[in-house]
């Protein structure tokens, strides 16, 4: 067991996307990773299953109209989402002229 071990520990560190400076030992399976600064996680814990990251098998699969469809609803979760935090700035800036307010 202790020479299975040996054989399959590694420290590697990412110089490009997407680990830009992270650090990570693999002890086996376990792959235990030391996120890279500005990363909200500090460490991360990872137990990989032998598949890959990216399956292009899976990609496609997907077709045109499933993709495009995709990213128009992309698009219109966006535009909901602007529209509220732009309601929300309104509302903030209203109170915040209403506090400011001379009172008479």
């Given amino acids: 067991m202790l020479k299975y ?13 997407p680990t830009w400076g992270a650090t990570w030992i693999d002890l086996g399976r376990l792959r235990l990773i030391r996120c890279a600064s500005g990363h909200p996680n500090v460490w991360m814990i990872v137990w990989r299953r032998n598949q890959p990251e990216w399956e292009r098998r899976r990609q496609e699969r997907l077709t045109p109209e499933a993709i495009a469809a ?17 309601a929300e700035q309104a509302t903030r800036l209203k109170q915040a002229i209403q506090t400011q307010a001379p009172t008479e």
């Fill in 70 to 86: 995709a990213r128009a609803e992309d698009k219109r979760f966006a535009a909901e989402a602007r529209q509220t935090a732009l």
């Fill in 5 to 17: 071990f040996r054989s399959r520990i590694s420290i590697r560190r990412g110089a490009g996307h």
